[in-house]
């Protein structure tokens, strides 16, 4: 099972593509597999491609990046420091 952490601001890899984690905020909207929309913890996804689009993601959702779905297990937000996003490859 892969699973990959990027910190706010930084640039991590999921699978073997570039993606940035922009700001995270404390109570965001985005959306969720099942068509709600999960409100908390969230951050932005922005992968590092000429077809890349920013995503916004919270706990549960899912982000589909260059084909690969990916779950949000967390978005952790410590008071003070850089947020985290923490996702587990679906496919």
Do not use: Y
């Not at 999960?38 to 590092?48: D, E, F, H, M, S």
């Amino acid at each position: 099972m892969e699973r990959e952490s990027i910190e706010e601001t930084t640039v991590g890899f999921l699978g073997d593509l570039q993606v940035a984690m922009g700001n995270a905020v404390h109570d965001g909207s985005f959306d969720l597999p099942s068509g709600s929309t999960g409100r908390g913890p969230a951050c932005v996804l922005v992968p590092v491609s000429p077809e890349g689009e920013s995503i916004w993601v919270g706990k549960g959702s899912v982000a589909v990046i260059h084909n690969t779905r990916w779950l949000v297990e967390e978005v952790r937000i410590p008071t003070p420091g850089e947020g985290i996003v923490t996702l587990r490859r679906l496919e």
